[in-house]
């Protein structure tokens, strides 16, 4: 039976939440502790966590570098997945420089945009591509990852040669919905939603 998507949503929160632990120096915790941070139930916690196995012992609670190790291997994590950037404006550009990628399972292998002035430029460690060469130059690198970061009226054309080249998974911060096959899975940031979602509860 297939683990339900909000169960898998939670996984990140859980495996960056034991990583603090980890360098808080701690070596052992419980399903209460980590509700208390992630203002999640502990019974919850638990629930997700058996339909992936058993991590920890009634009254010793879990151990944070297994539970973290496992939690890598159950999100695939465990190793360096590469990703393709496409759209190098202002967004991209603090996203390809965001230090946070590598070390959770993520790097930057690609940059394309389709603006003649930034073609050929340099940002940090990689060199702007035309994104006209996407589909054979992402097959080429075996990339299965990729980061949208254009216009709204670009993204599905964009999204549709993603597909063509064999992208697998995209994160998606145009402020739109894309279509995609079933086999691609996509996930949406834009912070608007998020603003006009906290909005609702003021006074």
């Known amino acids: 039976m297939p683990v339900p998507d909000i169960v898998v949503g ?21 399903s209460q502790e980590l509700g208390e941070r992630l203002g999640i139930s502990s019974a919850q916690i638990r629930k997700d966590l058996s339909q992936f196995g ?10 944070i570098t297994y539970l973290t190790e496992q939690l ?11 990703v393709a950037l496409v759209g190098v404006g202002d967004l991209g ?3 390809a420089n965001y230090a946070g990628f590598q070390h959770r399972g993520f790097r930057i292998a690609a940059m394309y945009d389709n603006d003649p002035a930034k073609i050929g430029k340099q940002v940090g460690p990689f060199v702007i591509e035309d994104s006209a060469g996407l589909v054979v130059q992402v097959r080429r690198k ?3 990852v990729a980061m949208l970061a254009v216009p709204a009226a670009a993204a599905q054309e964009v999204t549709d040669r993603l597909v063509e080249a064999g992208i697998h998974a995209i994160l998606c911060y145009a402020p739109t919905s894309i279509a995609v096959p079933d086999r ?5 940031i834009d912070p608007v939603l998020h603003l006009q979602r906290m909005t609702y509860h003021l006074t």
């Open 54 to 63: 058993e991590f920890g012992k009634q009254g010793t609670g879990y151990s």
């Open 142 to 144: 075996g990339i299965h």
């Open 10 to 30: 939670r996984l990140p929160l859980y495996l960056r939440a034991l990583s603090q632990m980890l360098e808080e120096g701690k070596t052992i915790t419980s």
């Open 72 to 82: 890598r291997l159950i999100l695939k994590v465990d190793r360096l997945w590469d």
């Open 93 to 95: 550009r603090a996203v």
């Open 184 to 188: 691609v899975k996509v996930q949406y």
